[in-house]
């Protein structure tokens, strides 16, 4: 029954990626027009779109894949808002798991995406369509050989996500910047049972460049009583039970500030995010003892 379902849920996932990304494309390519009252149009087309198939998603996994969602602290959330969404990483199953959970509860989840992906084949034109962020990120060799980069980055990232002013948008962030796995969980030494380190520079990042604009944290917490599934066993029904906790933050002195130029800055950011992984490993490690 499980290949069946596997079999099902994978056919379904596909057709619904390809149908609706076809209109998506679509208005991609109309928005290439320097018509800037269409080019609105077109992302509100195009996000109303990939709301769709999330939409598409999300009853293929109640029908075809069922598992047991417990969520708490959704309540306050609004799609009239502006989120920068932290979640814990363990697998591309995560991806699906926030889309079902936040889907309608907030704006459509954007990821900020490096420059180069702008020039992926159809895929770079559907992110553009979708108003994901393309960001620059200069390293620091880069900065001393021609300091004159320092805080270009910021300034074109911050140039980019303008048009968010006057449209609400959930930018989400996997601050450890890679899937969790024992031997990474090693490797690192973390100070954490269930996480890896989590990694400031990305998250300040964001904060920096669109801190006036993103006024909540969404801090999703997101724990497998059954074991970490791969996308194929998620796929075959064989996730089981998925607990998610939601906590709504506000943004703090203590997230916004020039993390690459002060220290004592950067030296806070850090402490705050610690502070919350400490958090998020002591909820885990609660949920786990309750499974036991």
């Known amino acids: 029954m499980s290949l069946v379902r596997q079999f099902l849920g994978l056919i379904l996932y596909i057709l619904n990626t390809l149908f609706w990304f076809v209109p998506i494309f679509i208005c991609g390519l109309l928005k290439l027009l320097p018509i800037p009252a269409l080019q609105r149009l077109l992302s509100k087309m195009a996000k109303g779109c990939a709301s769709m198939w999330v939409a598409g998603n999300n009853v293929n996994q109640k029908c075809i894949s069922p598992y047991q969602l417990n969520v708490t602290g959704t309540e306050s959330l609004t799609e009239k808002d502006w989120y920068l969404v932290i979640a814990n990483h363990q697998s591309w199953v995560d991806i699906l798991v926030l889309q079902r959970v936040l889907h309608r509860k907030i704006p459509f989840l954007n990821f900020f ?3 180069e992906l702008l020039y992926v084949p159809f ?58 796995t024992e031997e990474k969980h090693q490797r690192q030494n973390s100070p954490f049972k269930h996480l890896l380190k989590p990694k400031a520079g990305g998250i300040a990042f964001v904060m920096q460049a669109m801190g006036e604009q993103i006024n909540k944290v969404v801090n999703v917490t997101i724990h497998y009583p059954n074991g ?3 996308f194929m066993d998620f796929v075959a029904g064989k996730a089981g039970e998925i607990n998610v906790q939601v906590e709504l933050m506000p943004v703090s002195e203590k997230l916004v500030g020039d993390y690459s130029g002060d220290n004592e800055f950067r ?26």
Do not use: H, Y
């Open 113 to 115: 995406l490096k420059k």
């Open 123 to 180: 895929l770079g034109l559907a992110w553009w369509a979708l108003d994901f962020p393309f960001m620059t990120r200069t390293s620091k060799s880069q900065i001393r050989k021609n300091p004159k980069l320092k805080g270009k980055d910021i300034e074109t990232t911050r140039k980019a996500c303008e048009k968010f002013k006057t449209m609400p948008v959930s930018i989400v962030n996997f601050v450890e910047g890679t899937r969790f």
């Open 228 to 230: 970490v599934p791969t």
């Open 267 to 292: 030296v806070q950011f850090q402490g705050e995010l610690n502070r919350l992984w400490l958090e998020k490993d002591a909820r885990i490690a609660q949920q786990a003892e309750t499974t036991e």
